[in-house]
């Protein structure tokens, strides 16, 4: 299956049929004078990691909250694979099973065991077998690192566990693209890279993922493409060499030297 | 002060009181918790639900009964039920209802307001993100509402809706204006028959107080318990 | 129309009492129940506040006494409160006291008003204590740290500040204390729930009677809700949040 990815920017990515995630000039409007997101259009083929920068209140985490029609728009289109989001007809709760999500707050529900946050979407939208799902949730925990805590709950665990814990819940529903929304920002220093070090192998293992993160070391090392926002649009949309190397647009070059610098 | 009291009336009226009165009041407090609980979720879903008309009935519900004294409404209750009842049934006249069955509706569409509160508060201070999470993962609305919304909005809540039971508790005790047979009624019943008022309302005073009193404690004790474990 | 008009033509009957119309009737009844809350709601602001101080000072016996007012307070069933007011006060006392206490003129009126305010205060008590606590604790050091004492600190810097927390609450007690004062009918006050019930026994109008005071409550809770809310917009400190 994902051949494709084994190291990043191979171009054989970029031309691999319908994409995973596809933006047509997506607006939104919170009031009508107030405009988060302004003609957005991108694309994510198989296998792509992209990463998604910019200032606070860009607009770039509203911006991934779409694809999965956390966020509702009022103008352009969202394809997932193939499936139009914005379309009364789709399916969402069987679109976003397909989409895994990881939240800034990691969101685990608190009322439930870990075990019990990795199966109960597995049995409840998948209809998966209590079995099935336990093992699921048995190897995802092994991956991550955590095969000791299933049974605590996740006020027992530090920030980093738990962001671990939601990747893998969100990886048990075995999905197409992962989006992540700035996973680590709410995490103490010394735990951020715990958390990164499962996303660089999530996306080493050609992962689809879009991540909004201030990371930047995170982005030089996995990301295919840069995507800088500014103002609700997006002001450059290249490979990550070309974003770091010379950045087209002021307000990006000032960014990075802003992010750089610390 | 105490020297020409006569204990020998409560004592006698003792199994009488309880029997009787305490379990008529306990289980008029229970049920109406139960279904005052159940009836407040829904509004308070409904509230929260934000498809038209749903907010605005459970709204203007809620706000219309909890702007009423209990005792108005229910007179209210007590005088609408039978032809309530008799449109139900298509029976040419007003059915009686047995006052315990009518205190219950009463107490329970009254308190259904003031629990439904309690559930919008717990629902609302939940933050956003769960639900988004529940979203994210695939589940619909009823699957987020029943899985993760309600059971921590219910646990987050659970020593505030316990107090409101300890009220409700205290309230039922104006069932009294319709002398029907609960704790205070058959407490004055009693104080009346004999001349024994005085020693009546101060024995109900301390049951009251010793039952409220217990069971405000241990709701304190169950709030520590839920804060250690958050 | 002329159903409409039949429809209310009962209030304009005069009233078997022989005092007026039955509009009027209720007028008085809502007067009493003004009366009684205004009274209620002095005795449950000044009671509530020293109470709720004391609860939050360091001395232990002010905290055990104020604690022990609180659970009396909030514990008995406020009906049963007036009736231990009315009919049990006056024989616990001297017997003298007693017989002139049950010979005050009104005194089901005062009972009611001052038995409601105590039941009131003991919840005011609590909202109050709560606010004080929930105060930075860098506030009370630093007031002590101006040279402030104890007493001073609480009238210049922490009860300013406390009432401004407690105003949401305190409104929602305000309303709680005018409907409650309906109890005052189990001792034979005429107040307004009362006097729609009177309308009621001698009419059998029922429906209209009720009706006429369920209105006159929702119109009391708009009320006091807008002007409780100018007030809260009037004393808000700038920079600090208020509700909408």
């Known amino acids: 299956m994902n051949t494709a990815a084994t190291t990043p920017n191979s171009a054989a990515k970029q031309s691999s049929g319908v994409p995973v995630i596809e933006m047509i000039g997506v607006s939104k409007w919170y009031t009508p004078e107030f405009q988060v997101l302004d003609s957005c259009s991108t694309s994510v083929q198989k296998g792509e990691v992209v990463v998604v920068c910019g200032p606070s209140g860009s607009g770039k985490s509203t911006l991934i909250k779409c694809v999965n029609a956390l966020e509702p728009f009022q103008q352009g289109d969202i394809f997932v694979e193939g499936v139009k989001v914005n379309d009364r007809a789709t399916d969402l709760p069987k679109l976003r099973s397909r989409i895994g999500m990881v939240f800034q707050n990691f969101e685990l529900f608190p009322h439930l065991t870990i075990m019990e946050n990795l199966t109960l979407a597995q049995r409840k939208v998948l209809k998966r077998g209590k079995d099935e799902a336990d093992a699921k949730a048995r190897k995802l925990l092994q991956r991550v690192g955590l095969s000791d805590q299933a049974p605590k709950y996740p006020g027992q665990l530090s920030g980093g566990q738990q962001q671990r814990v939601a990747i893998a819940r969100a990886l048990a529903m075995d999905p197409v693209a992962m989006l992540f929304d700035e996973p680590t920002s709410a995490l103490d220093p010394e735990m951020v890279s715990e958390v990164l070090d499962v996303m660089v192998e999530l996306a080493r293992e050609g992962m689809t993922m879009m991540v909004v993160t201030h990371e930047m070391g995170f982005a030089r090392k996995v990301a295919d493409r840069v995507i800088f926002m500014d103002l609700g649009a997006i002001v450059e949309d290249v490979p990550t060499e070309d974003f770091f190397g ?3 647009s002021e307000r990006a070059q000032l960014f990075l030297s802003k992010i750089l610098s610390h | 002060m105490f020297s020409n009291f006569d204990f020998q009336v409560i004592i006698d009226a003792l199994p009488y009181l309880f029997l009787e009165g305490m379990v008529f009041t306990l289980k008029l407090t229970l049920l109406a918790a139960l279904f005052g609980t159940i009836l407040g979720t829904i509004l308070a879903l409904m509230r929260l639900s934000g498809v038209w008309p749903l907010p605005q009935i459970a709204g203007t519900y809620v ?8 005792l108005l409404v229910i007179f209210w209750f007590f005088f609408l039920v039978p032809f309530i009842a008799q449109k139900i049934v298509g029976s040419p006249r007003p059915i009686p209802i047995d006052p315990f069955l009518t205190a219950l509706i009463t107490f329970s569409l009254f308190e259904a307001a003031y629990f439904s509160e309690i559930m919008r508060a717990g629902i609302q201070s939940l933050p956003k993100g769960q639900v988004a999470a529940g979203y994210a993962l695939g589940l619909s609305y009823p699957q987020v509402m029943r899985r993760i919304v309600l059971p921590q909005a219910f646990r987050n809540m659970l020593p505030v809706l316990l107090t409101q039971t300890i009220v409700l508790f205290q309230d039922t005790s104006l069932v009294y204006v319709l002398s029907l047979n609960d704790f205070l ?16 309302y101060l024995f109900v005073a301390l049951v009251y107080f010793l039952i409220s009193f217990a069971a405000s404690q241990a709701v304190r004790r169950l709030q520590v318990h839920t804060a250690i474990i958050r | 129309m002329d159903k409409v008009v039949d429809w209310f033509s009962i209030f304009w009957q005069e009233s078997a009492e022989g005092t007026g119309t039955y509009a009027y009737t209720l007028l008085l009844g809502l007067q009493l129940t003004l009366e009684i809350s205004v009274i209620a709601a002095v005795v449950a602001f000044v009671m509530g506040s020293i109470v709720g101080v004391c609860r939050t000072l360091p001395s232990p016996l002010a905290r055990r006494l104020s604690g022990g007012y609180v659970e009396f307070f909030r514990n008995i069933p406020l009906l049963v409160q007036l009736f231990l007011w009315y009919f049990v006060l ?16 009104y005194s089901n009126f005062y009972t009611a008003a001052f038995g409601l305010g105590l039941f009131t205060s003991a919840r005011v008590a609590v909202q109050l204590s709560a606010a004080i606590t929930s105060m930075p604790r860098g506030q009370k050091l630093a007031a002590t740290a101006l040279g402030l004492t104890t007493r001073q600190s609480y009238t210049s810097v922490l009860l300013p500040m406390a009432y ?14 005018i409907k409650n004062s309906s109890v005052a009918l189990t001792i034979g006050v005429a107040e307004l729930t009362q006097s729609a019930r009177n309308m009621d026994s001698y009419t059998f109008q029922t429906f209209q009677a009720f009706t006429a005071a369920t209105l006159i409550y929702l119109a009391l809770n708009i009320l006091v809700t807008m002007v409780m809310r100018r007030i809260e917009h009037g004393v808000a400190v700038p920079g600090m949040l208020v509700a909408k």
Do not use: C, H, Y
């Open chain 3, 164 to 177: 401004r927390i407690v105003f949401p609450p305190l409104t929602s007690e305000l309303l709680n204390l």
């Open chain 1, 246 to 248: 010379s950045p087209r």
């Open chain 2, 185 to 200: 009624g058959i407490a004055g019943k009693i104080g009346q028959r004999d001349g024994r008022l005085t020693e009546m």
């Open chain 3, 90 to 105: 006056p024989e616990l006392l001297p017997r003298d006291i007693g017989m002139w206490l049950k010979q005050v003129p």
């Open chain 2, 63 to 70: 706000n219309f009964v909890r702007s009423l004294p209990l």
